[in-house]
């Protein structure tokens, strides 16, 4: 072997080894560019979410709460949500029209599944069916509500564990 075959030799061994740790070091950085569904949790919400779970529309026409009709929300399981909807006097708000959507900010994806709200069960309440949150972190779930001629929209946060 020449001096100069083993110039190259060398030369190759450390470009591969220097992309390696190059590429190690940059994974927290792509990985949840592309790596995405399994990097399940890697990332925390942001400190101030506002997590709760009743709250004014963005321009207080409404009053929103939301509960699982499971203990706790599952993880990667199709279940529905009972939504309140009140007017800020808290007289229920009959027959609305209520389109849902959602994402996780984080990961720039909406929902896995098309939830709609199925049922009016009366009471200002109503019957949110086919949520399916796929991953652990962020979560946003929004509502738009239109009854009695006023449109208003209310986006909730939540974090799966
Ligand atoms: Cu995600």
Known sequence: MNKQTLTVIVTAAVTTVIVIVAFLLLMPMIGPR????????????PASLDLATSRPTDNGQFIVSWRSDTDEVPL?????????VTTPDGAPVENAEILVDGGMPQHGH????????TEYLGNGEYRVEGLRFQM????EVKFNISAGGQTDSITFNLTLQ
Request: hydrophobic share 40%; proline share 9%; charged share 5%.
């Open 34 to 45: 592309f790596l995405h569904p399994m990097m399940m949790g890697s990332e925390s919400a």
């Open 110 to 117: 909406g929902l896995p599944t098309s939830p709609q709200v």
């Open 76 to 84: 990667n399981q199709m279940h529905t949500w009972t939504l309140t």
């Open 136 to 139: 652990t972190g962020w979560w």
